[in-house]
């Protein structure tokens, strides 16, 4: 039996074949999952383009997590396509440039506003908006970049991601009592769309490589992508609140 035979999986993030998303899709397909995906606005073809490439074509649904229209038509948009969720995976990041890059002493509130609630917030937004397809239970991952540190050019963005962390664990909280598990990814850099798009990435970046015991390959989303399945899976039914890290290693190290 494969690792998600019969569950049927929302992925939300899905913009290029790099992303994360994508990458969680295509291997969700592969171990037996049905898979629904999100897109919103002008992004939406691309999604639907990139879509063809999964191993099997997958549904497209409007999903702006800051629009509540979009949030309260999702369980019927939802039930178009499948009776239930088993597992949803919050592939979701945003914050305006001028609140990374170096601009954390001059970050505006109304667009560190935007980068909390797009990056955090959402997390508890899609998970409310899931939660009535999942009375049996289920599995709701997220990705983020490790906050328990102040890293280079990362800035507002990072305290986003403190905010998304700590979103994790009331939702795990909250949801526990239904049977749902609520788990983050700690992935390191990966070259996608959302990490080209922070001012100096590549001091993000840095010696990751040389630092991570296991060695960490930028361009390969696919160790990422592994654990958000084995979280999806009925294989960590006692964790939630939990935070993986998949990044080589570089978390436990010194330096
Ligand atoms: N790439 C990395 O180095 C890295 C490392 C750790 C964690 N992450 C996290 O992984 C997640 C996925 O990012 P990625 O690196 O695959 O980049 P990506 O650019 O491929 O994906 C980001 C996604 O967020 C979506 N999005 C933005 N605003 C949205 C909104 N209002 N409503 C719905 N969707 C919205 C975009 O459409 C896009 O699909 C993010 O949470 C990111 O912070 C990335």
């Known amino acids: 039996m494969a690792l998600l035979d019969g569950k049927n999986i929302l992925v ?34 691309l999604t639907q383009a990139i879509a063809k490439r999964l191993p099997q074509p997958a549904p497209v649904l409007q999903l702006d997590v800051t629009d509540n229209d979009d949030l309260a038509a999702l369980k019927d948009r939802v039930l178009e396509h499948v009776d239930s969720l088993d597992g949803v995976v919050h592939s979701i990041g945003f914050a ?9 002493l001059s970050g505006e509130w109304a667009d560190v506003a935007t980068a909390m609630e797009v990056s955090a917030f959402s997390l508890k937004s899609l998970a409310v908006a899931a939660q009535p397809l999942m009375s049996n239970g289920g599995s ?3 990705l983020t970049f490790d906050a328990k540190f102040a890293w280079p050019v990362y800035d507002w963005m990072g305290v986003a991601k403190a905010a998304f962390e700590s979103t994790a664990r009331y939702l795990a909280r909250d949801l526990g009592p239904q049977g749902i598990r609520v788990n983050l990814v700690s992935a390191g850099p990966i070259r996608t769309t959302a990490a080209k798009s922070i001012p100096g990435f590549e001091q993000m970046e840095g010696n990751w490589p040389q630092r991570a015991p296991l060695g960490w390959d930028q361009s390969n989303p696919e160790p990422t992508a592994r654990a958000v399945a084995a979280l999806l899976s ?11 890290h998949v990044d080589g290693g570089v978390h436990a190290m010194g330096q």
């Open 12 to 45: 939300t993030g899905v913009l290029t074949n790099h992303s994360i998303a994508f990458h969680v899709a295509r291997l969700a397909q592969l171990e037996g999952a049905n898979v629904i995906l999100t897109s919103f606005g002008r992004q939406m073809k």
């Open 96 to 104: 305006p440039q001028t609140v990374m890059g170096g601009n954390f």
């Open 140 to 142: 709701v991952v997220g």
């Open 234 to 244: 009925d294989w960590f039914p006692a964790t939630t609140g939990e935070i993986v």
